[in-house]
């Protein structure tokens, strides 16, 4: 997302609209983007530096660490902010400081069932024994025989 400095006016801009994803080649790592990104930011210039603040949201599609299938999740950035020095050029890329706040406020271990929409697979199977009863998550250890020296 490039920004024009000459185009943001004393009193400062508000810009709401959509981007292709800021994530890049980040595919390899088990996420790819669905659809743009979104954002709502006000821009500033003041004493040679650029500041912007606002809310950013990027859909995604992740896997679930329990089940492994693939789910789409929405990144919100609802505090983005941004204060940057002023060197040179017109023109200023913020996409890497939008690219770093969304990876920031991913998930650490994705479920398919965080917000409650969906049940996930690998949560029934773990609540539940063959018979439908409940089983314990420890019984393989409890037969466990050690041999103390």
């Known amino acids: ?39 709502s930011l006000d821009l500033g210039v003041s004493d040679g530096a650029l500041w912007a603040n606002g809310t950013l949201a990027q859909t995604v599609e992740l896997g679930c660490v329990a089940c492994l299938e693939k789910f789409e999740y ?14 040179g050029p017109e023109n200023v890329d913020i996409t890497p400081f939008v690219r770093e706040d969304i990876l920031l406020n991913l998930p650490p271990y994705p479920h398919c069932d965080r917000d409650g929409g969906r049940v996930c ?5 773990e609540s539940t024994g ?8 420890w019984s393989a250890l409890d037969k466990l025989k050690i041999e103390k020296r």
């Open 1 to 39: 997302m490039k920004i024009h400095l000459n185009q943001i006016p004393p009193e400062g801009l508000h810009l709401d609209g959509e981007e292709d994803c800021p994530l890049g080649d980040i595919a390899a790592q088990g996420i790819r983007c669905v659809g743009p990104m979104r954002y």
């Open 74 to 87: 929405e990144i919100k950035v609802p505090a983005f902010a941004l204060h940057t020095e002023l060197h």
């Open 121 to 125: 697979k690998a949560a029934k199977i």
């Open 130 to 137: 063959d018979d439908g009863t409940a089983k314990a998550d």
